[in-house]
């Protein structure tokens, strides 16, 4: 089983690219969300989408925007990137939003802005 | 201000000793506590969890003790195997309006010796 999978697994960006990070998950979960782990600060919530259709700001929103495409598929998109986004980016699915079913993470993306 | 701290960036322990890893936190809103480990280059796994209205959830080796006076939780690792080194980071939830928020720790990097 696939799980969460995420792509690319490491990008090199210059300040002001642009570029798409893509999530899918095969467990037929209904919430999605995309983290970012700095060192020191733990996982910081981005985004989430709660159910399909729905998509709402986390803790660390800014810079970033998200489309859930379809129950399976959740992209992160920076539209110009900055150093300050240098970091690791985890997708993560549930089954349901509002109980306390644990996360299941993909691999992760390491993205490094110049 | 983090709301959920991990004070000990790092722990080494002998093979075969109890490892015991620590997470404090400050919002008395939660309700729900995680445990997730994580490998270099992979993402964050599930461990083990404890609902508030517990004060301890042991499975197999993994024991987890809340004391929700102190708002601080603990995880016992007993015995520690080499496999067990990974970065071990709390996690603690709650409802906030009809979504579920985790906020996560910093991490503390386990490493057990052979």
């Known amino acids: 089983n696939a799980g969460v999978t995420q792509t690319p697994k490491f990008q090199v960006l210059k300040t002001g690219q642009s570029m798409t990070l893509q999530c899918a998950q095969d467990?037929?979960?209904?919430?999605m969300y995309w983290y970012r782990q700095d060192p020191g600060m733990g996982l910081r919530l981005i985004y989430y989408?709660?159910?399909?259709?729905?998509?709402d700001k986390g803790e660390v929103p800014n810079g970033y925007n998200v489309s859930r495409l379809n129950k399976r598929e959740f992209s992160l998109r920076l539209e110009s990137a900055a150093p300050s986004q240098t970091s690791v980016y985890f997708c993560?699915?549930?089954?349901?939003?509002?109980?306390?079913?644990?996360?299941?993470f993909g691999n992760g993306t390491r993205l490094t802005v110049t | 201000d983090q709301q959920v701290k991990q004070n000990s960036p790092s722990l080494s322990v002998q093979e075969g000793r109890i490892s015991i890893l620590n997470c404090d936190y400050t919002?008395?809103?939660?309700?729900?506590f995680l445990w997730y480990k994580k490998y270099p280059a992979e993402g964050p796994t599930f461990l083990i969890s404890?609902?508030?209205?517990?004060d301890k959830n042991e499975d197999g080796r993994f024991t987890v003790f809340l004391n929700k006076s102190a708002k601080h939780l603990s995880l016992h690792i007993v015995p520690s195997q080499p496999g067990d080194s990974a970065v071990y980071f709390c996690?603690?939830?709650?409802?906030?309006?009809?979504?579920?928020?985790?906020?996560f720790g910093s991490g503390t990097q386990l490493t057990v010796l052979p």
């Open positions: 404890i609902s508030s209205i517990k």
């Open positions: 989408s709660a159910s399909e259709g729905t998509t």
């Open positions: 919002n008395s809103m939660f309700d729900y």
């Open positions: 467990m037929n979960h209904n919430s």
């Open positions: 993560a699915s549930s089954p349901l939003q509002f109980y306390n079913s644990p996360l299941h």
């Open positions: 996690a603690a939830s709650l409802l906030s309006g009809s979504a579920r928020q985790l906020t």
